[in-house]
């Protein structure tokens, strides 16, 4: 079986390290072009292109798809499949056809649900009680392709949609290599999706990121953790920007947006209260709820926006 990868981070990544153990025969990876990282923005590899190079597969990063040069690359090299997980680039009809097998996707949700760019941060910010993975078959579509297999996880109590990432990473990796067997042997199934079902998981931003204190405790909860570890949830302390990493919910109660305890950092919220478990103000590193207000010495009652 003659595989073209494409993706392009860490739970990309997974997946590519998945197939090569497997034994099968990666042609070439596709991936994004090296970008700068960090405050001194050095130029980096996406993971991808490190695993690959790692295990002498050619790499390819091209700027875009649609000048026909990747077309041309993956025609030449008459892959049996094209799996994508992750590439962060739309595939072109033209590529999508190239393989007789299929252009095969791993994407991080229970499709139909989730759809989009950003569907396991979504999945905790939402509240969703489950999470998982699907493999499909790419079409034109945003993520409408029909579906080969699925797995399902419970999303954990105060889950981070980091750490849900590290658990569905290897998922998919093992679902991508399953499905992978499935094509080889002619036995993979094809079910199509239910758009009516579908929701939407759009790139996040920071404009999300401000905590509406008049929200429940579950929702208030839910987007802590959900943007957790980007770009994170935040209010404003006395003019500062205080950035809230955990939270849980409380019985509490008190006026909304109000700092209720001071022992215990918690705050009213809708329905009752939130606990900030691990908080940063401007210019400070980061530390529980209970040590930064005893570092700050706050008034009951005090104002947060």
């Known amino acids: 079986m003659n595989i073209v990868f494409m993706g392009t981070p860490d739970f990309a990544a997974a997946s590519l390290k998945a197939l090569i153990d497997a034994g099968y025969n990666i042609l070439a990876a596709f991936t994004q072009p090296d970008k700068p990282v960090g405050r001194k923005r050095v130029l980096t590899a996406p993971p991808v292109k490190v695993l690959a190079q790692e295990n002498n597969i050619p790499v390819y990063q091209p700027e875009m798809l649609k000048d026909g040069v990747a077309e041309g690359i993956i025609k030449e090299l008459k892959p049996d499949v094209i799996a994508v997980v992750a590439y962060g680039k739309i595939i072109p009809?033209?590529?999508?056809?190239?393989?007789?097998?299929?252009?095969?996707?791993?994407?991080?949700s229970l499709l139909p649900k989730l759809r989009g760019a950003a569907p396991i941060q979504w999945s905790v910010i939402n509240g969703e009680k489950y999470a998982g993975v699907t493999t499909m078959y790419m079409d034109k579509g945003l993520d409408t392709g029909d579906i080969i297999l699925t797995e399902k996880t419970e999303i954990l109590p105060l889950e981070t949609s980091g750490e849900l990432y590290e658990r569905l990473a290897p998922m998919g990796a093992e679902l991508l290599v399953k499905t992978i067997e499935l094509l080889k042997e002619g036995k993979a199934p094809r079910k199509k999706q239910n758009d009516a079902e579908s929701t939407y998981a759009p790139m996040l931003n920071k404009e999300l990121a401000v905590i509406d204190f008049s929200k429940t405790k579950?929702?208030?909860?839910?987007?802590?953790?959900?943007?957790?570890?980007?770009?994170?949830?935040?209010?404003?302390?006395?003019?500062?920007?205080?950035?809230?990493?955990?939270?849980?919910?409380?019985?509490?109660?008190?006026?909304?947006?109000?700092?209720?305890?001071?022992?215990?950092?918690?705050?009213?919220?809708?329905?009752?209260?939130v606990e900030f478990l691990e908080v940063q103000i401007e210019g400070s590193k980061a530390q529980s709820g209970e040590e930064f207000l005893r570092g700050k010495r706050l008034s009951l009652g005090l104002k947060f926006e």
């Open 218 to 273: 579950k929702e208030i909860c839910s987007l802590v953790c959900g943007l957790n570890p980007w770009p994170i949830a935040l209010t404003s302390l006395e003019g500062k920007r205080l950035k809230v990493y955990r939270a849980t919910p409380c019985d509490k109660s008190g006026e909304i947006g109000t700092l209720l305890d001071e022992k215990k950092f918690i705050v009213g919220c809708a329905d009752g209260s």
């Open 93 to 108: 009809e033209s590529i999508l056809s190239l393989a007789p097998l299929g252009c095969i996707n791993v994407h991080g």
